[in-house]
């Protein structure tokens, strides 16, 4: 009797632990996760600032031959003329499958 308590409890122990560490992995996943969106967003709205800072200093050949040197990003600019002034409308998404995306409107 006492070995088949010792042994139910010991499938007890072993399967609570594992069920308890498996939380802990998907939580260290799900963090890791949400440090790489971090970083990608941080990213774009740094080169969106770069963006910014090179379509309020050149022409308009210039914007549209501009390119980012981050093979991590897809860029779109788009240019709508309006009566006083051209809005550029700005468009970066992530190449891979994470799903970051930043949109912004400059004016000029």
Known sequence: MKSSF???????IVVLLSLYSLSI????????NINTHKYLHLQAKMHME???N?????DDE??????????RYNMKIVKTDLEN???YHVSLD????????VYKIFEK
């Open 6 to 12: 010792a042994l139910v409890s010991t499938i007890i």
């Open 50 to 52: 770069k963006i910014k």
């Open 85 to 87: 002034s051209v809005r």
């Open 62 to 71: 210039a914007i549209n031959n501009f390119s980012l040197n981050d093979n």
């Open 25 to 32: 992995l998907k939580n260290n996943t799900l963090f890791s």
């Open 94 to 101: 992530t190449a891979d499958e994470s799903n970051v995306r």
């Open 54 to 58: 090179f379509i309020n200093t050149h």
